[in-house]
């Protein structure tokens, strides 16, 4: 059983920045593709971005590529999504989620039995 563990979420203002963290305790991040997903009030989750292990793929989501980055630091077992020019239509509950395979094989794609945490709000307004 993994339990991913997502926090840095808040209210910000349409522009600003916000760094989501996606850890696991007591289970090795390393070898495992991380994907990021969010779920506005009323819509379908939707992927945003995921990192591979095995081949060093990334991908985002069009919606917020140029303004989203995810990276990971191994040493610190924790997948990181860097949100930058924020916008209302971010707004969200984020989920990170892996599947334990190495690669991504592209936006919001898992196997089943894949494991999620329990989210983190990102609300924008002004």
């Known amino acids: 059983q993994v339990q991913l563990v997502e926090s840095g979420g808040g209210l910000v203002h349409p522009g600003a920045s916000l760094r989501l963290s996606c850890t696991a305790p007591g289970f090795n991040l390393d070898y495992y593709h991380i994907d990021w997903f969010r779920q506005a009030p009323g819509k379908e989750r939707e992927g945003v971005s995921c990192i591979s292990s095995g081949d060093g793929s990334i991908y985002y989501a069009d919606s917020v590529k140029g303004r989203f980055t995810i990276s990971r630091d191994n040493a610190k077992n924790t997948v990181y999504l860097q949100m930058n020019s924020l916008k209302p239509e971010d707004t969200a509950v984020y989920y990170c989620?892996?599947?334990?395979?190495?690669?991504?094989?592209?936006?919001?794609?898992?196997?089943?039995?894949?494991?999620w945490g329990q989210g983190t709000q990102v609300t924008v307004s002004s």
């Open positions: 989620a892996t599947d334990t395979t190495s690669n991504c094989r592209g936006i919001g794609v898992l196997n089943g039995g894949a494991f």
